[in-house]
């Protein structure tokens, strides 16, 4: 039996679109055991919509890993325990997709790289944004070039993070849409220079600097005004620190002093609830681990 955590992530992070990561002391918790056929189990979040066959993310994922590896599969049960909110910009489907080729991997005695399964994993998933610190912890930056993704890998000091999932209905194929299909120049450069702040802030843990430049012109402005309450959140979350939407949405992650981190919390789910809408609020940490073996 082979046993794996992999962690949440948080994609953006403000002006990092499509480029910055960050892995989060949340884990879904996956084990792979030799089986007659395959079959899949999980408990925790997403249960209900996920016990419902074995044709998933993972297990295509799974399946992808051995014929790329030229491997027969032979038939495996998967248990998994999921803490990582489904549909709430935390990374969900990209630690499936991490789980299932890391899991293969290790089934199959590690044949490839780190790199490669990155590689693998951006295929699935699109881009590398979420698997890649879902894969190596951490801060992560990384882009395509062509055939190759380049990637930054970074620590993060300590920081607390908030982050507050109203429970609505918000698709990643609507997040995507409501995009602009082109920006002004302005706005561009607006980012560029506001994304290489948020690293250096990061790997500082200069939560003062953070919250200044923690702002984007590229895809927020466009999202939270789709998002029932989500401005009026978002304004409030600003009041306690340096805030954003997490991934495309729809939960708003906030770095905060942790003195601060309960009231935070409280103070943001309270703005949905006065809208009618329900809310799961998190507080917790940046993690230096990606997805990993365990005993």
């Not at 066959?53 to 038939?75: D, F, I, V």
């Not at 790199?115 to 693998?120: A, R």
């Not at 082109?182 to 220079?193: F, M, P, T």
Request: aromatic share 4%.
């Amino acid at each position: 039996m082979i046993k794996i955590r992999v962690p949440a992530t948080s994609a953006n992070l403000g002006p990092g679109f499509d480029c910055l990561g960050l892995a989060l002391n949340i884990w879904n918790e996956v084990s792979f055991e030799s089986a007659e056929k395959l079959s899949y189990l999980v408990s925790g979040e997403g249960a209900e919509k996920l016990n419902k066959g074995t044709r998933n993310l993972l297990t295509k994922a799974y399946t992808l890993l051995h014929e790329t590896c030229g491997q027969k599969m032979s038939g495996v049960q998967i248990c998994a325990h999921n803490e990582i909110l489904m549909s709430s910009g935390l990374g969900s489907s990209a630690a499936a997709i991490v789980a299932g080729l890391f899991g293969a991997n290790e089934m199959l005695g590690k044949p490839l790289s780190k790199n490669h399964l990155l590689k693998l994993a951006t295929e699935i998933e699109g881009h590398p944004d979420n698997v890649a610190p879902a894969l190596l912890g951490g801060l992560v930056v990384s882009v395509m070039a062509r055939e190759e993704i380049i990637t930054r890998r970074y620590e993060v000091p300590e920081m607390t993070v908030v982050i507050v999932k109203p429970i609505v209905d918000w698709l990643t194929r609507t997040a995507r849409a409501v995009l602009p299909k082109s920006i002004s120049r302005a706005d561009a450069v607006y980012n560029i220079g506001r994304a290489a702040l948020v690293v250096d802030a990061l790997r500082n843990g200069d939560l003062e600097l953070l919250q200044k430049i923690m702002d984007d012109r590229i895809h927020q402005p466009y999202r939270l005004k789709h998002i029932s309450g989500g401005i009026a959140a978002y304004k409030t979350a600003k009041q306690f620190g340096a805030a954003a939407l997490s991934g495309a949405g729809p939960s708003i992650i906030v770095f905060v002093d942790p003195r601060n981190a309960e009231r935070a919390k409280t103070e943001i789910q309270t703005v949905f609830a006065e809208r009618g809408i329900e809310s799961r609020g998190i507080i917790t940490k940046p993690s230096s681990a990606g997805c990993i073996a365990i005993d």
